[in-house]
Nanobody
């Protein structure tokens, strides 16, 4: 089992930056991928950014590429998401997720078996 706890959400203005963190505990270090997803009421949870844990190779959704940066600290079992130039449509609950050790598509929601409780991000216009 892997436990994930997100932090860093909040209320910001359009154009501001915010950094989310995800602390992993339990049977860590064995996950193939970790990622960030977001969800708004009435819509499906969507992929935002993720990476392959061993080498840090990042993946991004098209609408955040160039503005967001995903990174990990292997020693601290921590995943981060630096979000720059935030837009109102970025308002959502952001979730951290981790996969099992088997190789899986990093961008697919179905690849992830462990989820955090989420952290709210609100971007005012």
């Amino acid at each position: 089992q892997v436990q994930l706890v997100e932090s860093g959400g909040g209320l910001v203005q359009t154009g501001d930056s915010l950094r989310l963190s995800c602390a992993a505990s339990g049977r860590t270090g064995r996950n193939y991928a970790m990622g960030w997803f977001r969800q708004v009421p009435g819509k499906e949870r969507e992929f935002v950014a993720g990476l392959i844990w061993t080498d840090g190779l990042p993946y991004y959704a098209d609408d955040v590429r160039g503005r967001f940066a995903v990174s990990r600290d292997k020693d601290k079992n921590r995943l981060s998401l630096q979000m720059n130039t935030l837009k109102p449509e970025g308002s959502a609950v952001y979730y951290c997720a981790a996969s099992d050790p088997d190789q899986v598509p990093v961008t697919d929601r179905g690849s992830y078996v462990y989820w955090g409780q989420g952290t709210q991000v609100l971007v005012s216009s």
